[in-house]
């Protein structure tokens, strides 16, 4: 939220149902700006975990403005029409990353007060799961998808739209279906290439793997994430994701087929690169700006990250981005510092004037 925007207003107290990291994570998030959060989980551990974490408390709740639904997606729709059932004045939103199979499965089973839930989905979350991989600022500056429907309340929207704010989120708002091919496209898609990546890493010989860097790191890092859950997630979400699924296997078609006869396969490689210029930049900028990395040898002691970041904040020179690469049994890391592509010699000639070893 910027400085001068008006605070977020949530009517009344919280509940939520699902002490998994999102919902934990909103939780901590609403009790950050002073919110009443109530928990709920099926395994009570969880909520107290959530509890002493500071997410809310456990105590029932009296009554409730707003239910936040953060459930797998095999459990939405009977957990929301529970929820509306349960408390018949509040507004009910779930946190699914699919929208329009649970409001199809409720209105095909005629659920009263549909006109008080409205899905929403936060564009968050890690390869880790439970209640203590929970952050307040896991929402901060991330998109979080709204997705009216044609029946509901301009008072039930309002009060999702102040869940978002009040988190800290960027509040995108598109219909449950748009919803569902875009998260297909940016999150889904993803997430099953990466685990096909990963799956050929097994019965490959050690001194393979002893060659992994940071590439191999940064496509497979989100396959380590809960089988089961993503197994829903595909399943529920199945129409779109096939669709993008057939145009992957006709670019690799191409690709296989200009490989195996040494032709041109600079148009399917290009495609790649047109793709990750589209993917927008921070602070809400339409597209990334060019970045070049700065690559910094990093000696493995205490205190030298600290140093690196004093001396590049010195520097001037923003960091657009930075991840550490240090494979076991070496001296020395390797930070790749990303920046402005017309900042990069200036960073690097600050650093290498303080003793740093950098490469462009």
Request: hydrophobic share 45%.
């Amino acid at each position: 939220m910027s400085p001068d925007a008006s605070p977020p207003t949530l009517a009344g107290p919280v509940l939520i149902i699902g002490c998994g990291l999102v919902g934990t994570s909103v939780g901590l998030a609403l009790a950050r700006v002073g919110a009443a959060v109530h928990l709920r989980d099926a395994q009570p551990e969880h909520a107290r975990t959530a509890q002493m974490l500071g997410a809310g408390t456990t105590e029932p709740p009296e009554s409730v403005s707003l239910v936040v639904v953060a459930v797998p997606p095999d459990f939405v729709a009977e957990v929301v029409a529970g929820a509306l059932a349960e408390w018949p004045t509040a507004v009910v939103t779930d946190v699914a990353s699919v929208k329009l199979p649970p409001l199809e499965a409720l209105a095909s089973a005629g659920t009263e007060g549909l006109e008080r839930y409205v899905g929403s989905h936060p564009m968050a979350g890690s390869e880790r799961s439970g209640p203590t991989a929970a952050s307040e600022t896991l929402f901060e500056g991330r998109a979080w998808a709204v997705t009216p429907h044609a029946a509901v309340a301009d008072t039930a929207l309002h009060q999702v739209r102040e869940l978002a704010r009040a988190v800290g989120a960027t509040l995108v708002e598109m219909p449950p279906d748009e919803h569902d091919l875009a998260v297909a496209r940016v999150s889904h898609l993803p997430q099953v290439m990466s685990v096909l990546t990963a799956s050929r890493l097994h019965g490959g010989p050690a001194d393979h793997l002893a060659l992994a860097g940071q590439g191999l790191r940064d496509v497979t890092r989100i396959a380590a994430s809960d089988p089961v859950l993503w197994r829903q997630i595909l399943h529920a979400n199945r129409l779109p994701l096939v669709e993008l699924l057939r145009g992957v296997r006709d670019d690799l078609d191409e690709l296989l087929d200009g490989i195996e006869r040494g032709q041109v396969i600079e148009d399917v490689l290009g495609r790649g690169v047109a793709g990750t210029r589209l993917i927008p930049g921070k602070h809400g900028e339409e597209s990334t700006p060019a970045l070049t990395s700065v690559f910094v040898q990093v000696p493995d002691q205490p205190g030298e990250l600290g140093r690196l970041f004093r001396d590049a904040g010195e520097s001037g020179v923003n960091i657009e981005d930075l991840r550490i690469d240090h494979d076991l049994g070496r001296p020395v890391g390797v930070a790749e510092i990303a920046v402005r592509s017309e900042r990069a010699e200036e960073l690097t000639s600050a650093l290498t004037e303080r003793g740093w070893t950098t490469y462009l």
